[in-house]
């Protein structure tokens, strides 16, 4: 039978196998199937060309029992109600398994983003606000940027949301320009994060980052991010990346400056010369043979379709989503180490978490302390994850990290949802 990749069947999915693995009380795992709530919301919006056009947008608060909920927005031209379903899903059990105040949530609006003028682009993100209205805010649902978002949008967001409520409130929203109060380390977290996991999890492997061949798909804040830290702050050998038009491969390494310029000049990475440096698919980039594999871009790349050929020994998923749970049993089977989305990418909202306390507080961290913060958090996540894996492997009871960190998530969200009497 093919495999369904609808992301929100996948979710469930997980959670049934997790729940059944954990043997969750019946109940929590019939309140965690679905989300608390969701907004479907059509969006007029009189376009700088004079012309109406009607958006459709979504909200979903997947669960608020441990906090507001918490996520971001995608602008994606094939979003669909699915799929933000399941990254608030995903959102939740991020935000559980980093032991952070927050819920899990996410919102989207179909629309595409490079057919559309910066003008254009504010309406639309001021629009969505003003639908979402009193139902955000810092102890309600907070937004922060996603797929095809960026810091100067959550600014617009937060200026119609200031407007809305008459003053001020900065922990309305994350990801935010420093200038409207954003946190130092923010933009970089998510793939700073990442690079935390991967000093650990190297470190637990024996494998020595210096010498290590990464691949990264996707070029966008988490996949450049992850080139250049895990260049600078482990030293490590990028020799692939892609973009949504494909990819390059160059085994004696890819140099940034030249990538940016290619990107730039030629609209794709693709565009990259050097003397060995060949054009490959994003499909091949996957299935190169090299130490590490860090699919940084959309959801379902590693499918049970190529999870076979896939050659690296260390996967982290930096994307939310890149592996489908038969790819998941699949590289489990072949012995390759596959850290979960809701692991290796938490450092993002980890950072909104920080930049919440700042908002809250009205204290400004250096960056030094945020990105010791983090690493403490983060490698903290890793470390729980291996010693729940290890523990259900001396019960004789073999589990993937995936189903490990789950474990941790679910149990933290069922205690809360049961202290308050949700069952
Ligand atoms: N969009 C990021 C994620 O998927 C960050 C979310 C947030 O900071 O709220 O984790």
Known sequence: MKEDLNPFKIAQ???DNAAQIMDLDPAAHAILREPKRILIMSIPVKLSSGKTRVFTGFRVQYNDARGPAKGGIRFHPEETLDTVKALSAWMTWKCALANIPFGGGKGGIICDTKKMNERDLELLSRAYVRHLGRDMGPEVDIPAPDVYTTPQIMAWMLDEYNNIVRHNEFGAITGKPVEVWGSQGRMDSTAMGGIFVLREAAKMLKM???KATIAVQGF????????TLSKKIIGSKVVAISDSEGGVYDPDGLDLAKLEEAKEKTGSVQGYKSKNAKKVSNEELLEL?????IPAAIENQITGENADRIKCKLLLELANGPVTPEATDILFKKGIIDLPDFLVNS???IGSYFEWVQNQT????ETDLFYAKLDKIISKSFHDTMDVQAAYAAKGKKINP???AYIIALDRVAK???AKGWY
């Open 208 to 210: 020595d980052p210096k």
């Open 289 to 293: 043979k090299v130490d590490i594999l």
């Open 347 to 349: 450092g993002g909202v």
């Open 362 to 365: 009205g204290d400004y961290w």
């Open 220 to 227: 966008g804040n988490a996949g450049k991010y992850a080139y």
């Open 402 to 404: 995936r189903m490990a």
């Open 13 to 15: 999915q997980q959670l």
């Open 416 to 418: 809360a949802m049961k």
